[in-house]
């Protein structure tokens, strides 16, 4: 699976939207972008995952870059609750190891009052 | 309903003792999972069963640690002569299906496991 790079912290404020990049650049054609998050004393928690169109569910939006070499995961209305360790990853999306996740050490998401 | 549940939360062993720690999938899920997390690190996978048997588990650090799933539903990680290296949080996690194009993985709460 293709490696991903992530900032080690960023800050948000309450209310405002928290932005978090990812890059992912020797991703191949068939892999996708998986975003998991994972807050203290928890396991990790599904956020949303795509191919190469934006999406966007309850939780958050992804955007995707057209060359496909990096992303962002949008919190529209970031609250406390959002405080977690996010991770970006990237996955077959079919055959081979895709069952197994592989994650980096992702981003710390600070949100302050 | 129910997520997936691990039992126990924490333990506390001394070095050499033998472990066993126990996941709940969510009812129907046929693929689980184990991940092993240590301080400040993501989740490293370690084993991958579809229904009752291990279908992967290439990321078992050596042959001290196996894991079970006899009914294709509960399953077991045992330790054998623990070390202090093992200290670290054991993730379970279950999902409809293995290897489909999407498939949403359900973790459970983690065993914290400290090795005196």
């Known amino acids: 699976d293709a490696k991903t790079t992530q900032p080690p912290s960023m800050d948000c404020a309450e209310g405002r939207a928290a932005n978090l990049p990812c890059n992912h650049s020797t991703i191949s054609g068939n892999e996708y972008v998986y975003w998991y998050r994972q807050i203290h004393s928890q396991g990790p928690q599904y956020i949303i995952h795509g191919l190469k169109n934006n999406e966007t569910n309850e939780m958050a939006s992804l955007i995707i870059t057209e060359d496909r070499k990096s992303s962002t995961l949008i919190l529209p209305h970031a609250t406390l609750r959002d405080t977690a360790v996010y991770y970006c990853i990237v996955r077959q999306g079919k055959g081979g190891s895709n069952y197994k996740l592989t994650f980096g050490k992702g981003t710390l998401l600070t949100v302050n009052p | 309903g129910a997520g997936v549940s691990q039992t126990p939360s924490n333990k506390v062993t001394e070095k050499g003792k033998y472990v066993e720690l126990r996941c709940d999938p969510i009812?129907?899920?046929?693929?689980l999972y184990w991940y092993r997390q240590s301080l400040g690190q993501g989740p490293e996978f370690l084993i991958y069963?579809?229904?009752?048997?291990?279908?992967?588990d290439s990321g078992l650090p050596n042959d001290r640690f196996f894991a079970v799933r006899p009914e294709g539903s509960v399953s077991t990680l045992k330790i054998q002569r623990t070390e202090r290296g093992d200290s670290a949080v054991y993730l379970c996690a279950s999902s409809l299906r293995g290897t489909f194009s999407y498939n949403e993985q359900f973790f459970g709460p983690g065993t914290r496991l400290t090795v005196l």
């Open positions: 069963f579809q229904g009752t048997g291990a279908a992967d």
């Open positions: 009812s129907g899920h046929t693929a």
